[in-house]
């Protein structure tokens, strides 16, 4: 199973970070955002990595280059205008799929995280479509995403809701009939929620949406606080 990294954003609201430097290439714990994914999917046993593109993701590129440097392999969906991220992952099917699995791992490109990656697994249920990881609302979402029920279903509304990740275990069957251009997975998963086809895990440990250059700041100190820094 691949894993794909999501880094296709203008970072609008990293600006002025952003302006010359793509958003995952901004340092934290003296590395690079995508570096610490990058590594953390290393140790869990992703080393099939596809990485999407658009605002200066020529940077992104010459940085990371094959993936050699970190022990796996790097493909890259380049979009020109960014698709956001149900049409990013749309067209990056054929590079996710193409080892045989319709299952693959997704990783938002603009958060930090202890979760243990080596648990993304596809889920052990009939008919489900996606796996995702929630975790409590931060004081940015305070109504959250999605509702957790006790036996693992995700629905659109409800008690217990929790707030998505930007991390999950994916089916190509999810966007069957859906073509690659700009739209949210959002409205995607809710569609699949309806047919109850989306599962949930809790999430009590550590993360951080870092999209603002104060949250950016937050998880140096967090990393330097916790002996992090490389």
């Not at 140790?43 to 593109?53: C, D, K, Q, S, Y």
Request: proline letters at 7%; charged letters at 20%; glycine letters at 12%.
């Amino acid at each position: 199973m691949k894993a794909m990294i999501l880094a296709a954003g203008k970072g609008e609201r990293m600006r002025p970070l952003t302006l010359h430097t793509p958003k995952p290439l901004l340092q934290a714990g003296g590395k690079p955002l995508i570096v610490h994914h990058i590594e953390r999917l290393k140790r869990a046993g992703f080393a099939e990595l596809v990485i999407n593109h658009a605002w200066l993701g020529e940077q992104i590129e010459e940085t990371l280059g094959n993936g050699e440097a970190f022990g796996v392999h790097i493909q890259y969906s380049a979009e020109g205008e960014p698709l956001e991220t149900a049409g990013g992952i749309i067209r990056a099917l054929p590079l996710l799929t193409d080892t045989g699995s319709d299952w693959f791992a997704v990783i938002n490109g603009d958060i930090w995280t202890d979760f243990p990656l080596e648990s993304l697994t596809p889920p052990d249920a009939p008919d489900c479509l996606a796996l995702l990881v929630m975790t409590d609302n931060p004081a940015h979402n305070p109504a959250g995403d999605f509702s957790l029920q006790p036996d693992g279903q995700l629905t659109r509304e409800g008690n217990s809701r929790l707030t998505f990740t930007g991390i999950s275990v994916l089916h190509k069957k999810l966007f069957s009939g859906l073509e690659d251009t700009a739209g949210k997975l959002g409205p995607v998963l809710r569609a699949a929620m309806t047919n109850g086809q989306v599962r949930g895990i809790h999430h009590r440990g550590h993360w951080m949406d870092i999209g603002t250059p104060e949250r950016l700041d937050q998880l140096s100190q967090h990393l330097d606080a916790n002996g992090q820094r490389s």
